[in-house]
């Protein structure tokens, strides 16, 4: 016959529960969001459409952070009945935050578009057509309102050849001699 000890049983049972509670408990108090602050715009020179296209990747929380703080609005990316003051409000965002220029030229550059992807929103811009650079300046600001830790990573493509930089907040400017 076989004797079971319910006590013993009953005890590895709450120490189970307890096992997994606590581990519960340090997950949740050692989670955090995202501990740094990082995005990347790259402008490619694209030499048939003879325009900068410009892709900025941020993470969407701190994306729709900014938004929200610069307009004092609340807006959610992944709900689709905002995506219209989204677009909106990305399109003043960037105008503002963004600025390039070719060859001692400002250029202007028209906000296209932008995409969620997971944890991170893809913003789309072009450059109005001009001649192949040969030195490119750029000002990028991005989530600069909302983190003074932010970092952005800053690429620039011409005919190729890619030239990169990190821009730590309060650094916006960066030159390129192609």
């Not at 202007?108 to 992807?117: A, F, L, M, R």
């Amino acid at each position: 016959m076989i004797n079971f000890d319910f006590n013993y049983v009953l005890l590895m049972k709450k120490s189970l529960i307890a096992y997994i509670l606590c581990s519960f408990v340090f997950c949740l108090v050692s989670f955090k969001v995202h501990p740094y602050h990082v995005g990347s715009v790259e402008f490619n020179y694209n030499s048939k459409s003879k325009t900068f296209e410009v892709t900025g990747r941020f993470f969407m929380d701190d994306l729709e952070n900014a938004l929200n703080k610069k307009y004092g609005k609340s807006v959610h990316f992944l709900d689709p009945k905002y995506k219209s003051e989204i677009n909106k409000e990305l399109e003043n965002y960037s105008s503002e935050y963004l600025k390039l220029k070719a060859d001692n030229q400002f250029v202007k550059v028209n906000y296209v578009g932008y995409e969620e992807d997971h944890e991170s929103v893809n913003i789309y811009l072009e450059s109005e057509t001009l001649a192949v650079p040969k030195k490119v300046e750029t000002a990028v600001s991005f989530l600069y309102n909302l983190f003074d830790d932010q970092m952005n990573i800053i690429h620039i493509v011409v005919n190729g050849e890619r030239k990169s930089e990190k821009l730590n907040y309060p650094d916006r400017y960066l030159y390129q001699q192609f």
